[in-house]
């Protein structure tokens, strides 16, 4: 059997081409055979064409490079859900677009490892180019803010309550009841306090229970808010915040992850207000950024702020090759090996522009905005409130939370939508987290009503599934 090509190099582009034809019509067949945003009949079915199309994994005998392509990506592509469906709405799970996925490509035949500048050379210049000027969006005046490259949300928080228990010992964190659960786990990990939870009777932290917080703790304390709650989308009220841990001499941290691209947005940037006050803020474009995952960000404003993130390792940034001037990576991540996830975000930036990926925000928040007077103009339905960002949530008026979950699972196990499920002011809802950009306000108006149908068969008489 002959030895199979490399993806790099000169030839490697040759080797590839054939290989993507038969990538590119396997995900046609697959999304064709699936034909809506998930494969119908659950997780047995599901998991059995899997087992079916892919025994035997591992034959005595390979099968070749394009029967094995051919056969998994089909069967992936068959059995996904497909974010890029306007009825796949349950999660901050988004349909990358083409050329962020072409540029993942590149980054994938190249592989660049970002643990060292001899692995990485124009990868790594590229990268320090994309954090400095993403970490100038979130601190505009700032004389040298900085940012990490992670793989989302959860390590960017992580990080940050690292840092700051670097910064000041067994730092005492404080968040409310709508973070995400990433602080916690956060807190956990690294050996630190529970945190201390505010309430958020409103779906945003109530300031005037930080503050009585605030004033009862003692040593040093960190606050993180949220831009864009994980389940209704909510935006804490970030200015009030910032005044209050400056008055009390707190650190600050803002997850973003969900709202931060809406400072691209003239029109919804002003939500943000307050953003830039904080000691760090978490990014993540593989959200409303529309990037293949992962694609995180951690930003500070200034770059001695990840001082303590350095790590020495001989064999990666020896002291005398640092003196010499090649660039020190290793303290750029707490991972050694890292892909090149700047370029797809870097190529997406300098391709659609500030005006293009302001578009894509006001197109998408637009969306939400229709789908919500539909809701509210369908009879027999029920809106939980307007959306801050993309998320809405309702669910068939009169109906318990049993019979919302079962609207749910029918869905999904015909096939037919995928929706989320978030608890608010004491009852489930359905959650529609829109994220696609060519979402039309006609497969808006086919998604309420796959969940009247859905909610009428079941009030009929069909067992709940």
């Given at each position: 059997?002959?030895?199979?090509?490399?993806?790099?190099?000169?030839?490697?582009?040759?080797?590839?081409?054939?290989?993507?034809?038969?990538?590119?019509?396997?995900?046609?067949?697959?999304?064709?055979?699936?034909?809506?945003?998930?494969?119908?009949?659950?997780?047995?079915?599901?998991?059995?064409?899997?087992?079916?199309?892919?025994?035997?994994?591992?034959?005595?005998?390979?099968?070749?490079?394009?029967?094995?392509?051919?056969?998994?990506?089909?069967?992936?592509?068959?059995?996904a859900a497909d974010p890029a469906h306007?009825?796949?709405?349950?999660?901050?799970?988004?349909?990358?677009?083409?050329?962020?996925?072409?540029?993942?490509?590149?980054?994938?035949?190249?592989?660049?490892?970002?643990?060292?500048?001899?692995?990485?050379?124009?990868?790594?210049?590229?990268?320090?180019?994309?954090?400095?000027?993403?970490?100038?969006?979130?601190?505009?005046?700032?004389?040298?803010?900085?940012?990490?490259?992670?793989?989302?949300?959860?390590?960017?928080?992580?990080?940050?309550?690292?840092?700051?228990?670097?910064?000041?010992?067994?730092?005492?964190?404080?968040?409310?009841?709508?973070?995400?659960?990433?602080?916690?786990?956060?807190?956990?990990?690294?050996?630190?306090?529970?945190?201390?939870?505010?309430?958020?009777?409103?779906?945003?932290?109530?300031?005037?229970?930080?503050?009585?917080?605030?004033?009862?703790?003692?040593?040093?304390?960190?606050?993180?808010?949220?831009?864009?709650?994980?389940?209704?989308?909510?935006?804490?009220?970030?200015?009030?915040?910032?005044?209050?841990?400056?008055?009390?001499?707190?650190?600050?941290?803002?997850?973003?992850?969900?709202?931060?691209?809406?400072?691209?947005?003239?029109?919804?940037?002003?939500?943000?207000?307050?953003?830039?006050?904080?000691?760090?803020?978490?990014?993540?474009?593989?959200?409303?950024?529309?990037?293949?995952?992962?694609?995180?960000?951690?930003?500070?404003?200034?770059?001695?702020?990840?001082?303590?993130?350095?790590?020495?390792?001989?064999?990666?940034?020896?002291?005398?090759?640092?003196?010499?001037?090649?660039?020190?990576?290793?303290?750029?991540?707490?991972?050694?090996?890292?892909?090149?996830?700047?370029?797809?975000?870097?190529?997406?930036?300098?391709?659609?522009?500030?005006?293009?990926?302001?578009?894509?925000?006001?197109?998408?928040?637009?969306?939400?905005?229709?789908?919500?007077?539909?809701?509210?103009?369908?009879?027999?339905?029920?809106?939980?409130?307007?959306?801050?960002?993309?998320?809405?949530?309702?669910?068939?008026?009169?109906?318990d939370d049993t019979t919302v979950a079962?609207?749910?699972?029918?869905?999904?196990?015909?096939?037919?939508?995928?929706?989320?499920?978030?608890?608010?002011?004491?009852?489930?809802?359905?959650?529609?987290?829109?994220?696609?950009?060519?979402?039309?306000?006609?497969?808006?108006?086919?998604?309420?009503?796959?969940?009247?149908?859905?909610?009428?068969?079941?009030?009929?008489?069909?067992?709940?599934?």
């Amino acid at each position: 059997m002959p030895i199979p090509p490399l993806a790099g190099g000169t030839a490697g582009p040759a080797h590839l081409r054939p290989l993507i034809d038969t990538v590119l019509t396997a995900l046609h067949h697959g999304a064709t055979r699936r034909d809506g945003p998930l494969p119908a009949g659950g997780p047995a079915t599901v998991t059995q064409h899997l087992r079916d199309a892919a025994h035997p994994l591992i034959p005595d005998q390979g099968t070749g490079a394009h029967h094995a392509l051919r056969t998994l990506v089909t069967a992936l592509a068959e059995g996904a859900a497909d974010p890029a469906h306007p009825h796949c709405a349950a999660h901050l799970h988004t349909p990358p677009l083409a050329l962020a996925a072409a540029a993942d490509l590149a980054a994938s035949a190249l592989n660049p490892s970002m643990d060292s500048w001899d692995q990485a050379p124009a990868a790594s210049a590229l990268e320090d180019l994309l954090t400095t000027a993403l970490a100038a969006e979130v601190y505009p005046h700032a004389t040298q803010p900085d940012a990490l490259v992670t793989t989302g949300g959860t390590e960017a928080n992580q990080l940050t309550l690292l840092l700051a228990r670097e910064r000041h010992g067994p730092v005492q964190t404080v968040c409310a009841a709508n973070a995400h659960h990433s602080i916690a786990r956060a807190a956990w990990l690294l050996g630190l306090p529970r945190p201390v939870v505010i309430p958020a009777p409103t779906g945003v932290m109530d300031v005037t229970a930080l503050r009585d917080a605030l004033l009862r703790l003692d040593g040093p304390l960190l606050v993180t808010a949220t831009a864009g709650t994980t389940d209704t989308g909510r935006i804490d009220p970030l200015d009030h915040i910032a005044d209050l841990t400056t008055t009390h001499g707190a650190d600050l941290h803002i997850d973003a992850a969900y709202g931060g691209p809406l400072l691209f947005s003239p029109t919804h940037r002003a939500a943000l207000t307050g953003l830039h006050r904080a000691d760090s803020v978490t990014l993540d474009l593989h959200k409303l950024g529309w990037q293949p995952a992962s694609a995180g960000i951690l930003a500070v404003p200034h770059r001695h702020d990840l001082d303590a993130l350095h790590h020495h390792a001989p064999y990666l940034n020896a002291d005398d090759d640092t003196d010499a001037g090649l660039p020190d990576l290793l303290g750029r991540s707490l991972r050694t090996t890292r892909r090149p996830d700047a370029l797809k975000i870097a190529v997406t930036l300098q391709a659609l522009g500030r005006d293009g990926l302001a578009d894509l925000v006001d197109r998408t928040v637009a969306a939400a905005h229709h789908l919500a007077r539909v809701v509210t103009r369908t009879p027999g339905l029920q809106l939980y409130a307007h959306p801050t960002i993309s998320t809405v949530l309702f669910r068939p008026a009169g109906a318990d939370d049993t019979t919302v979950a079962a609207i749910r699972r029918t869905l999904l196990t015909d096939g037919r939508a995928v929706l989320g499920r978030a608890h608010a002011d004491g009852r489930l809802w359905l959650k529609a987290t829109l994220l696609n950009p060519h979402t039309t306000p006609q497969d808006l108006d086919r998604l309420t009503a796959l969940v009247t149908q859905a909610a009428t068969a079941l009030t009929e008489g069909s067992a709940p599934r």
